[in-house]
């Protein structure tokens, strides 16, 4: 899977399909999950109609936006509408009834959801041993830990499964797994992107930030997720 900035690309001037890319990247994250477990869920049908979306709006000559056709993998504490949040917990997880702020923004940016990713339980540890849903594996060496807590979000980056992954970061949930996988994560500014629809572990340090394999990655999803949101009170 190539950089997110190179795919958005082809994909806007008509060289490339959103629903070929997000098929070989839900391929890539079935054939690596017995090896890898990165995904809690993996939303085949969700995806696909998310890409099909995304090329015809190309087909009409629209353009998509900054990430069109890019599959991201979403840490498992962050809603999505429709999708349970389990937060890496073992308690039954509701669906969410509404997307958090940064999804619905990654969305209108064109990025396509494929899956649900491994985490520590609740984002609380630096592991991602879990024990309801086994552990998250280091694609470098399956035998050691990716880090934690965002660590799922990581292995579908490192691995090259997607070239982006969202996680969270409280006290190093994001840059920990980055760092142990090899690729790139960000702690934003607190405040930088909105937290509404994000299962607090502390409100006032958390961030949602991206996890990529390069900087100019790192920046187009950044730019698609931050601003103001009048739904949350931490917002700037």
């Known amino acids: 899977m190539g950089p997110a900035t190179g795919i958005a690309t082809q994909v806007r001037t008509g060289r490339r399909r959103a629903t070929d890319i997000v098929a070989a990247a839900l391929e890539a994250a079935e ?40 599959p991201v993998a979403l840490k498992d504490i962050i809603d999505d509408a429709g999708m349970p949040t389990t937060c890496g917990g073992s308690f039954p997880a509701p669906l969410a009834e509404n997307s958090a702020t940064a999804v619905r923004r990654l969305g209108a940016a064109g990025a396509v959801i494929i899956g649900r990713t491994g985490l520590h339980e609740f984002a609380f540890g630096f592991t991602s041993e879990n024990p309801w849903f086994g552990p998250v594996r280091n694609p470098w060496d399956i035998r050691t830990s990716p880090g934690g807590s965002s660590g799922g979000s990581a292995v579908a980056v490192a691995a090259g499964i997607v070239p982006i992954g969202i996680g969270t970061d409280t006290g190093g949930s994001g840059r920990v797994p980055a760092a142990m996988c090899g690729v790139f994560g960000l702690k934003v500014t607190h405040g930088r992107i909105p937290l509404s629809g994000v299962f607090p572990l502390a409100a006032s340090l958390d961030t949602v930030g991206p996890i990529a394999r390069s900087v100019d990655d790192l920046t187009a999803t950044y730019l698609a997720m931050a601003g103001d949101d009048a739904s949350d009170p931490w917002s700037q």
């Open 31 to 70: 054939q690596t999950h017995d090896d890898l477990n990165a995904f809690t869920l993996i939303d085949t049908s969700g995806a696909m109609h998310r890409a099909e979306a995304v090329d015809l709006m190309v087909d009409a000559g629209h353009d998509p936006g900054p990430l069109a056709g890019v």
